[in-house]
């Protein structure tokens, strides 16, 4: 089996693509638009200056804006690398894809661009992806970048000939080449092309042109700094702390270099008089936590954690610069997707943005369901540097406009396994610092949140809920 699996790999690594000319892609003119994906790896909400960001300037990104849709209030359904990049992929919450944790292998299921090939497209994922090659070898009509994590130096990448390139250039840069090499040179309209970034997850390793950037920044502390976790469930009181915000300049700098790559692929579009029939989704897998209860990582509900960008710029669709507060999911590009190319898939149970985007009055969700799977073990999570950055607790919960109730359900890890419950009311107290689960006065409160998420698990067939009930 294993030489099998060799073969399959070696055989994917050898695909070429035939040469079309960028005149080519100059003639798209076709209706169907074209959609260029652009995926982040741990960039928050308000890591970008469109979204307030006073420190770290990002004038690129700010360019999809500009003209386009921002979305204020964008969630993640999972906080956590491959199984939002799968929910992303199949419009499915984790438990409906299966890809519940970084090391669930991917069950066979239709996925975006099985749709988007039945209506003539191809397409294409760049970088960072997070799952096997077999799910990207399958499912794209190309695929170039890397298996895993990746490195930010020194690293191999596939190129467009198929032959595995080591360069001194950073990875983000080289990453915005491909693409754009891509477009250049093989791109055939119409098409949906993924650019997946590993900025700015770590090692805080950006290009040495940004050695210097924000040495004398002043990174703000949290409201909920100084208490740390403990007021938090002792499910929480698992996760490592940090003593300062100085990893933070290392994530800016890794963002400036996603700044100036995304820079060089909108430059391109223009070039090649792709922007005005290009959807520009921008958006990030998780958002990060920077010292909100003295944590870093991802994982946990909290709001740092579940909120990231999400920029959508179709200038045949959106013809000013607007923003939208209504709450959206990562399960709802694939249906958006979808939907902006004329298509629609039954599978997914994400729903299309296209409404929203057109300032359409329709009935919109006010609440959604959230799962994080991987309970952490012993020495199972212990990073090269000694810190358990994978150190969080099995958990689930609902979020509505005003609540978060959130389960702990399988207790703390390495210790008690007697559930935690936490209910926090986030208009009262935006920086989530009050848990009144045990208040009476939210009894009702508790008891219909707890009713609606068990009625979306069973709308969304949690395979675990009938189990409980
Ligand atoms: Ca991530």
Redesign the pocket.
Known sequence: MKVLLLLCYAYGMLFTVAPIQASEAKRNTSAAPNFLIIIT??QRYDGMSCAGNSILKTPNIDRIAEGGMRFTNAFVTQSL?APSRACILTGKYSHANGVLKNSSRWKRQPILTDTLHEAGYESAYIGKCHKGTNLLKTKFTHWLGFNGQGAYHDMGLLDFDGKKVTSKAHTTGRLADLAVTYLEKHCKSPFCLFLAFKAP?IPYEADSKYTSAFSDAQIPYPPNWDEGTKNRPNAVKVAPQVKDLDFVKGRYRLLLGVDAAVGKLLDSLTRLNLDENTVIIFTS??GFFHGEFKLWN?RFMYEPSIRVPLLIKYPKLISETKTHDAMTLNIDLAPTILDLAGRHSDEMQGRSLEPLLTNKDVPWPKDFYYAYYEHAKKNSSISDNGIRIGAAPAHRGIRTERYKYIEYYLGRPFGSNEPNYELLDMLKDPHEQKNLYDNPEYHTVLKDLRARMAAIRKETNDPTINAEQ
């Open positions: 790896d741990d690398c997850h897998d998780n991802k």
